[in-house]
């Protein structure tokens, strides 16, 4: 069975891609520093890590194929949210 780590996997896009690939057979494991918000994952593990700290990173990849990067800090989109800010065109 392949194995995948799906970094951000709680955010919306890695939340997806967490079900997409457990949907075509793989295991997964999925690492985020929160967990997602959409709905319960379906990770067969899911690691509440900080991947900056290089003991996590390290961590995050034991025995793994495939990496899917989507771990990032949204800082633009985040104050959006949390402002409720109106965004124009032109």
């Known amino acids: 069975m392949k194995r995948a780590l799906v970094t951000g996997a709680g955010g919306f896009i890695g939340y997806h891609l ?4 457990k949907d075509c057979g793989y295991w997964v494991r999925g690492v985020d520093t929160k967990y997602p918000k959409y709905g319960g ?30 771990a990032a800090d ?11 800010s109106l965004i124009r065109c032109c």
Do not use: C, P, Q, W
Not at 18 to 21: A, E, G, Q
């Open 18 to 21: 967490t079900n997409y690939l």
């Open 41 to 70: 994952t379906r990770a067969d593990e899911f690691l509440k890590l900080d991947l900056k700290e290089f003991e996590n990173a390290e961590k995050s990849t034991e025995g793994i194929d495939y990496v899917f990067g989507l």
């Open 74 to 84: 949204m800082g633009g989109m985040g104050f959006i949210s949390n402002n409720h």
